[in-house]
C-alpha cells in the first residue's frame, strides 16, 4: 500500500497564521500535525532559532512529522494523544516557552480516505476506525460486544442520531447472523435499519461519527487537550482551534468562555481583574472559511477556528 497518495488540504490556513503570528525564533506546538500542511507553513514564518513541535497520536502522522524534522533541524517529533501533552512537552526539554499552540480537530484526509483505516462508509475496509494505538479497541470489537443500550447511548449522545435505538437493535441483530467486521457491512446495516434517509446524506453518517468520536474517546481528548495547552504556553502566547462539528466546538467554545472568566467563586468577590485566576483572552469571535475555500476543498465547510491570548500570570 503506497499510503503518501493520501494527501490533506489545511483547513482556514490564513486565518491560522494570522492567529498565531509567530515571531520568527517563535517555539509553536502544533498539536495534530496530520500531514504537516499547517506545520509547513508555519515553519516558512520562522527563522532558524524558531522551532517546531509536532504532535499527533497517529502513526502515519507521526512518520510524516520524521520525514520533515530529517530535512528541517527546528522540527521536533512526539507521538502521543493529547491527553499526554503536557508529559510530553515536558520530556521535550524545550528550554523556551511556546509561543502558540494548534489544535486542527478530528480527522485527516488521509485517514478518512484510505480504506484501510476504517473510517469511511464510502470506502469498503476493516472495521477500525482507531486514530492511535492509544485507542483501546476497533470499531470491528466494539460493535461485537456493545450492548443495545450502549450503543443507542453512544448514537444519541455523539451522533444526535435520532434513530438510535432502532439502529442499535438492528446492528444487534445482524451480529447474530455474521460478525461486522467491515465499514461497508455496517453502512449496510444501518441504513437498512434507519427509517428515515435524508437527501444527500448517506444514513450512516451520524452513526459512524459517533463510533469513531466513541472509539478514539475524542471529546475527552479535547478537553484534556485544550486545559494542557493552556498549560504550557508562555504568557502573550496564542492559542487556535479549529473544530469540525457541533460537540467539538461547544467543549472549545465553553472552555475559551470559562478560561477567561476564571473562578466563579474569585469573580464574585472584591479581587482586582487579574487575580480571578482567568488565563486566556478570547482573539475574535469564531470565524468560519471563506466560501471561496469550501468550493475548492468542501472537507474545510464545517470548519470553525476560535482564537485565545494567554494572559500573563498575576503577580
Ligand atoms: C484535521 S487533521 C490535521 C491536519 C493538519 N493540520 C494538516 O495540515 O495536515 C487532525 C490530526 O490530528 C490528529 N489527532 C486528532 N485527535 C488527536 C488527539 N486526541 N491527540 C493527538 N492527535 C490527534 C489526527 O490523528 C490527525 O492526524
Known amino acids: 500500500m503506497i499510503r503518501d497518495v493520501y494527501t490533506h488540504q489545511p483547513v482556514m490556513l490564513e486565518e491560522v497564521l494570522e492567529a498565531l503570528d509567530p515571531a520568527p525564533?517563535?517555539?509553536?506546538?502544533?498539536?495534530?500535525?496530520?500531514?504537516?500542511?499547517?506545520?509547513?507553513?508555519?515553519?516558512?514564518?520562522?527563522?532558524?532559532e524558531g522551532r517546531l513541535?509536532?504532535?499527533?497520536?497517529d502513526p502515519e502522522a507521526i512518520a510524516a512529522a520524521r520525514a520533515l524534522a530529517d530535512e528541517d533541524a527546528r522540527v521536533l517529533v512526539a507521538e502521543a494523544p493529547f491527553a499526554e501533552l503536557a508529559r510530553v512537552v515536558a520530556a521535550q526539554d524545550l528550554q523556551r516557552p511556546i509561543n502558540g499552540v494548534l489544535m486542527d480537530l478530528g480527522v485527516s484526509s488521509p485517514q478518512l480516505d484510505d480504506p484501510a483505516r476504517g473510517f469511511s462508509f464510502q470506502h469498503d475496509g476493516p472495521l477500525d476506525m482507531r486514530m492511535g494505538e492509544d485507542a483501546r479497541q476497533t470499531a470491528a470489537?466494539?460493535?461485537?460486544?456493545?450492548?443495545?443500550?450502549?450503543?443507542?447511548?453512544?448514537?444519541?449522545?455523539?451522533?444526535?442520531?435520532?434513530?438510535?435505538?432502532?439502529?442499535?437493535?438492528?446492528?444487534?441483530?445482524?451480529?447474530t447472523e455474521a460478525p461486522i467486521t467491515t465499514t461497508g457491512r455496517l453502512a449496510e446495516v444501518v441504513s437498512a435499519a434507519h427509517p428515515a434517509w435524508e437527501r444527500d446524506k448517506h444514513p450512516a453518517t451520524r452513526v459512524f461519527l459517533a463510533i469513531r468520536l466513541h472509539i478514539n474517546s475524542e471529546l475527552e481528548q479535547v478537553a484534556s487537550g485544550l486545559a494542557a495547552a493552556v498549560d504550557v504556553l508562555a504568557p502573550g502566547g496564542r492559542l487556535a482551534v479549529i473544530s469540525f462539528h457541533s460537540l467539538e466546538d461547544r467543549i472549545v467554545k465553553r472552555f475559551l468562555r470559562d478560561e477567561e472568566r476564571g473562578d466563579p467563586v474569585l469573580r464574585s468577590l472584591p479581587v482586582p481583574g487579574d487575580r480571578t485566576g482567568a488565563r486566556l483572552r478570547r482573539i475574535g469571535g469564531s470565524r468560519r472559511p471563506s466560501a471561496a475555500e469550501v468550493n475548492a476543498n468542501p472537507r474545510a465547510r464545517s470548519a470553525t477556528l476560535r482564537v485565545a491570548e494567554r494572559l500573563p500570570e498575576a503577580a
Open 25 to 48: 525564533d517563535a517555539c509553536i506546538l502544533d498539536a495534530t500535525f496530520g500531514r504537516g500542511g499547517h506545520a509547513r507553513a508555519l515553519l516558512a514564518r520562522l527563522g532558524p
Open 141 to 175: 470489537d466494539w460493535i461485537a460486544r456493545a450492548s443495545v443500550d450502549d450503543m443507542t447511548r453512544v448514537f444519541q449522545k455523539l451522533g444526535e442520531e435520532r434513530y438510535a435505538r432502532r439502529i442499535a437493535r438492528g446492528i444487534a441483530a445482524a451480529r
Open 53 to 57: 513541535l509536532a504532535l499527533d497520536r
